[in-house]
Protein backbone atom coordinates (compact mmCIF):
# COMPACT_ATOMS: atom_id res chain seq x y z
CA UNK A 1 0.00 0.00 0.00
CA UNK A 2 0.84 3.15 -1.25
CA UNK A 3 0.28 6.75 0.86
CA UNK A 4 -1.69 9.24 -1.73
CA UNK A 5 -0.32 12.70 -1.81
CA UNK A 6 -3.40 13.98 0.72
CA UNK A 7 -2.77 11.36 2.71
CA UNK A 8 1.25 12.18 2.93
CA UNK A 9 -0.25 15.89 3.96
CA UNK A 10 -2.89 14.59 6.58
CA UNK A 11 -0.32 12.04 8.02
CA UNK A 12 2.58 14.24 8.16
CA UNK A 13 2.96 14.88 11.91
CA UNK A 14 2.69 11.21 12.30
CA UNK A 15 4.72 10.08 9.77
CA UNK A 16 7.71 12.49 10.90
CA UNK A 17 7.78 10.95 14.48
CA UNK A 18 10.28 8.24 14.43
CA UNK A 19 8.12 5.55 17.04
CA UNK A 20 5.29 6.07 13.90
CA UNK A 21 6.90 6.94 10.24
CA UNK A 22 5.50 5.39 6.98
CA UNK A 23 5.34 1.80 8.38
CA UNK A 24 3.63 2.96 12.25
CA UNK A 25 0.95 5.06 9.87
CA UNK A 26 0.14 1.85 7.45
CA UNK A 27 -0.58 -0.22 10.75
CA UNK A 28 -2.43 2.23 11.94
CA UNK A 29 -4.81 2.29 8.75
CA UNK A 30 -4.80 -1.28 8.50
CA UNK A 31 -6.22 -1.54 12.38
CA UNK A 32 -9.36 -2.62 13.40
CA UNK A 33 -10.67 -1.00 16.74
CA UNK A 34 -13.83 -2.12 18.56
CA UNK A 35 -15.27 1.38 21.03
CA UNK A 36 -17.72 0.40 23.26
CA UNK A 37 -19.88 3.47 23.64
CA UNK A 38 -20.33 6.43 22.08
CA UNK A 39 -20.29 8.57 25.32
CA UNK A 40 -18.42 10.76 27.15
CA UNK A 41 -15.22 8.31 27.12
CA UNK A 42 -16.30 7.08 23.76
CA UNK A 43 -16.74 10.37 21.96
CA UNK A 44 -13.03 11.82 22.44
CA UNK A 45 -11.76 8.08 21.84
CA UNK A 46 -13.57 8.00 18.64
CA UNK A 47 -12.74 11.37 16.95
CA UNK A 48 -8.83 11.12 18.17
CA UNK A 49 -8.71 7.32 16.44
CA UNK A 50 -10.19 8.27 13.16
CA UNK A 51 -8.14 11.42 12.85
CA UNK A 52 -5.01 9.04 13.59
CA UNK A 53 -5.99 6.76 10.58
CA UNK A 54 -6.97 4.14 12.34
CA UNK A 55 -8.64 2.41 8.93
CA UNK A 56 -11.77 0.72 11.01
CA UNK A 57 -13.51 1.66 13.87
CA UNK A 58 -16.62 -0.93 15.22
CA UNK A 59 -18.81 1.52 17.42
CA UNK A 60 -21.26 -0.59 20.07
CA UNK A 61 -24.40 1.96 21.08
CA UNK A 62 -27.93 1.48 21.51
CA UNK A 63 -28.81 4.64 22.57
CA UNK A 64 -29.89 7.64 20.80
CA UNK A 65 -28.66 11.57 21.57
CA UNK A 66 -30.05 13.40 24.08
CA UNK A 67 -29.93 17.57 25.07
CA UNK A 68 -28.04 16.12 28.52
CA UNK A 69 -25.77 14.55 26.68
CA UNK A 70 -23.82 16.88 24.70
CA UNK A 71 -22.04 18.82 28.00
CA UNK A 72 -19.31 16.06 27.75
CA UNK A 73 -20.19 14.05 24.38
CA UNK A 74 -18.76 15.94 22.15
CA UNK A 75 -18.81 13.78 19.27
CA UNK A 76 -22.57 14.98 18.92
CA UNK A 77 -24.19 18.45 18.32
CA UNK A 78 -27.15 19.76 19.02
CA UNK A 79 -28.79 19.09 15.00
CA UNK A 80 -27.94 15.03 16.10
CA UNK A 81 -30.60 14.93 19.48
CA UNK A 82 -32.79 12.38 18.60
CA UNK A 83 -30.68 10.44 16.58
CA UNK A 84 -28.86 7.04 17.26
CA UNK A 85 -25.50 7.34 18.26
CA UNK A 86 -23.79 5.25 16.00
CA UNK A 87 -25.35 7.07 13.07
CA UNK A 88 -24.49 10.45 14.79
CA UNK A 89 -20.88 9.42 15.26
CA UNK A 90 -21.03 8.21 11.52
CA UNK A 91 -21.68 11.56 10.29
CA UNK A 92 -18.48 13.04 12.71
CA UNK A 93 -16.02 10.63 10.94
CA UNK A 94 -17.38 11.50 7.58
CA UNK A 95 -16.39 14.62 8.00
CA UNK A 96 -13.01 14.32 9.78
CA UNK A 97 -11.38 11.28 7.85
CA UNK A 98 -12.73 9.54 4.52
CA UNK A 99 -9.66 7.09 5.20
CA UNK A 100 -12.00 5.10 8.07
CA UNK A 101 -14.84 2.79 8.02
CA UNK A 102 -17.15 3.37 10.64
CA UNK A 103 -19.21 -0.01 11.61
CA UNK A 104 -22.33 0.61 13.19
CA UNK A 105 -23.59 -1.54 15.83
CA UNK A 106 -26.36 0.09 17.21
CA UNK A 107 -27.39 -3.00 20.08
CA UNK A 108 -27.02 -3.20 23.51
CA UNK A 109 -23.72 -5.21 24.28
CA UNK A 110 -24.65 -8.99 25.74
CA UNK A 111 -23.61 -11.90 26.47
CA UNK A 112 -24.82 -13.43 23.09
CA UNK A 113 -23.52 -10.73 21.02
CA UNK A 114 -19.95 -9.62 22.50
CA UNK A 115 -18.05 -12.45 21.60
CA UNK A 116 -19.06 -12.25 17.67
CA UNK A 117 -18.71 -8.22 18.11
CA UNK A 118 -15.15 -8.92 19.33
CA UNK A 119 -14.16 -11.52 17.21
CA UNK A 120 -13.04 -9.18 13.85
CA UNK A 121 -11.30 -6.57 15.73
CA UNK A 122 -7.22 -6.07 17.42
CA UNK A 123 -8.64 -4.10 20.09
CA UNK A 124 -11.34 -3.12 22.04
CA UNK A 125 -11.84 -0.01 23.95
CA UNK A 126 -14.30 -0.10 26.59
CA UNK A 127 -16.39 3.63 27.08
CA UNK A 128 -19.19 2.14 28.78
CA UNK A 129 -20.89 3.73 31.42
CA UNK A 130 -21.92 0.60 34.19
CA UNK A 131 -20.56 -1.91 35.85
CA UNK A 132 -22.73 -5.10 34.43
CA UNK A 133 -21.17 -3.45 30.83
CA UNK A 134 -17.77 -3.10 32.17
CA UNK A 135 -17.85 -6.68 33.42
CA UNK A 136 -19.21 -8.91 30.77
CA UNK A 137 -16.54 -7.10 28.70
CA UNK A 138 -13.90 -7.51 30.59
CA UNK A 139 -14.44 -11.37 30.71
CA UNK A 140 -15.09 -11.69 27.18
CA UNK A 141 -12.00 -9.79 26.53
CA UNK A 142 -9.82 -12.26 28.80
CA UNK A 143 -11.77 -15.19 27.22
CA UNK A 144 -11.51 -13.87 23.72
CA UNK A 145 -7.58 -12.95 24.37
CA UNK A 146 -8.21 -9.25 23.26
CA UNK A 147 -6.35 -6.36 24.77
CA UNK A 148 -8.91 -4.18 26.64
CA UNK A 149 -7.85 -0.19 27.29
CA UNK A 150 -10.80 0.46 30.35
CA UNK A 151 -11.57 4.20 32.18
CA UNK A 152 -14.20 5.33 33.96
CA UNK A 153 -15.39 8.81 35.18
CA UNK A 154 -16.98 10.18 38.05
CA UNK A 155 -17.40 13.67 39.56
CA UNK A 156 -13.76 15.14 39.13
CA UNK A 157 -12.10 11.74 39.00
CA UNK A 158 -10.78 9.24 36.11
CA UNK A 159 -9.08 5.82 36.27
CA UNK A 160 -7.35 4.30 33.50
CA UNK A 161 -6.05 0.86 32.81
CA UNK A 162 -4.76 -1.42 29.74
CA UNK A 163 -5.75 -5.20 30.24
CA UNK A 164 -3.49 -7.72 28.68
CA UNK A 165 -4.38 -10.91 30.70
CA UNK A 166 -3.90 -12.99 27.36
CA UNK A 167 -0.14 -12.03 27.79
CA UNK A 168 0.25 -13.09 31.18
CA UNK A 169 -0.70 -9.52 32.84
CA UNK A 170 -3.53 -9.00 35.47
CA UNK A 171 -7.08 -8.54 34.38
CA UNK A 172 -10.29 -6.38 35.03
CA UNK A 173 -11.12 -8.93 38.20
CA UNK A 174 -7.41 -8.63 39.61
CA UNK A 175 -8.55 -5.34 40.47
CA UNK A 176 -12.32 -5.28 40.89
CA UNK A 177 -13.12 -8.82 41.77
CA UNK A 178 -16.78 -8.54 41.69
CA UNK A 179 -19.11 -5.70 40.57
CA UNK A 180 -20.31 -3.70 43.49
CA UNK A 181 -23.88 -3.98 44.82
CA UNK A 182 -26.70 -1.97 42.81
CA UNK A 183 -27.31 1.75 44.27
CA UNK A 184 -23.36 1.65 45.93
CA UNK A 185 -21.81 3.51 43.62
CA UNK A 186 -23.77 6.04 42.08
CA UNK A 187 -23.87 6.68 38.06
CA UNK A 188 -22.68 10.45 36.76
CA UNK A 189 -26.38 11.17 35.98
CA UNK A 190 -27.12 10.65 39.81
CA UNK A 191 -23.71 12.26 40.50
CA UNK A 192 -22.58 14.60 38.39
CA UNK A 193 -19.34 14.58 36.10
CA UNK A 194 -17.21 17.70 34.98
CA UNK A 195 -17.18 17.25 31.01
CA UNK A 196 -13.96 17.89 30.62
CA UNK A 197 -12.78 14.99 32.49
CA UNK A 198 -14.54 12.55 29.92
CA UNK A 199 -12.43 14.14 27.55
CA UNK A 200 -9.43 13.59 29.42
CA UNK A 201 -9.47 10.54 30.00
CA UNK A 202 -11.00 9.43 26.67
CA UNK A 203 -7.82 10.99 25.03
CA UNK A 204 -5.41 9.01 27.31
CA UNK A 205 -7.53 5.79 25.99
CA UNK A 206 -7.11 6.74 22.47
CA UNK A 207 -3.60 7.49 23.21
CA UNK A 208 -2.88 4.04 24.96
CA UNK A 209 -4.77 2.66 22.22
CA UNK A 210 -2.56 4.24 19.62
CA UNK A 211 0.40 2.75 21.74
CA UNK A 212 -0.86 -0.20 21.39
CA UNK A 213 -1.45 -0.70 18.04
CA UNK A 214 2.08 0.82 16.95
CA UNK A 215 3.84 -1.59 19.56
CA UNK A 216 5.53 1.81 20.99
CA UNK A 217 6.29 3.18 24.57
CA UNK A 218 5.43 2.00 27.94
CA UNK A 219 1.92 0.46 27.52
CA UNK A 220 -0.52 0.96 30.93
CA UNK A 221 -0.83 -3.04 31.49
CA UNK A 222 -0.14 -4.07 34.83
CA UNK A 223 -0.97 -0.52 36.01
CA UNK A 224 -3.53 1.68 36.98
CA UNK A 225 -4.06 6.09 36.45
CA UNK A 226 -5.68 8.14 38.85
CA UNK A 227 -6.68 11.11 37.24
CA UNK A 228 -7.88 13.80 40.08
CA UNK A 229 -8.75 16.92 38.51
CA UNK A 230 -9.63 18.89 41.08
CA UNK A 231 -5.84 18.42 42.48
CA UNK A 232 -4.42 18.35 38.84
CA UNK A 233 -2.86 15.41 39.76
CA UNK A 234 -2.04 11.87 38.18
CA UNK A 235 -1.21 8.86 40.38
CA UNK A 236 0.25 5.07 38.30
CA UNK A 237 -0.28 2.29 40.84
CA UNK A 238 1.41 -1.17 40.01
CA UNK A 239 -1.38 -4.10 39.41
CA UNK A 240 -0.17 -7.56 40.06
CA UNK A 241 -2.19 -10.56 38.74
CA UNK A 242 -4.52 -11.96 41.82
CA UNK A 243 -3.99 -15.43 42.66
CA UNK A 244 -7.53 -15.96 43.53
CA UNK A 245 -8.58 -14.42 40.64
CA UNK A 246 -11.96 -15.87 39.47
CA UNK A 247 -11.44 -15.03 35.86
CA UNK A 248 -7.46 -15.58 35.47
CA UNK A 249 -5.91 -16.82 38.47
CA UNK A 250 -5.28 -20.80 38.98
CA UNK A 251 -8.73 -21.84 40.24
CA UNK A 252 -10.79 -19.68 38.01
CA UNK A 253 -14.44 -20.61 38.31
CA UNK A 254 -15.22 -18.41 35.28
CA UNK A 255 -14.84 -20.21 32.19
CA UNK A 256 -17.42 -19.02 30.31
CA UNK A 257 -19.84 -16.12 29.94
CA UNK A 258 -23.37 -17.46 32.17
CA UNK A 259 -23.11 -15.49 34.92
CA UNK A 260 -24.25 -12.49 32.24
CA UNK A 261 -27.04 -14.20 31.38
CA UNK A 262 -25.85 -17.21 28.60
Known amino acids: MNFTEEQIERY ?26 AGGLGSPVILYLA ?46 NPDVTLVPYPERLTAANVMDLMSGYDLVVDGSDNFPTRFLLADAAHLAKKTLVSAAILRFDGQLATFKSHAGGPCYRCLYPEPPPPGMVPTCAEAGVLGAVAGVLGSLQATEVLKELLGIGQGMAGHLLIYDALEATFRKVKLTRDPACPLCGPNRVIIDLSEHGV
Open 12 to 37: ARHILLNEVGGEGQLRLLKSKVLVVG
Open 51 to 96: AAGVGTIGVVDDDTVELGNLQRQILHATANIGMLKTKSATQALARI
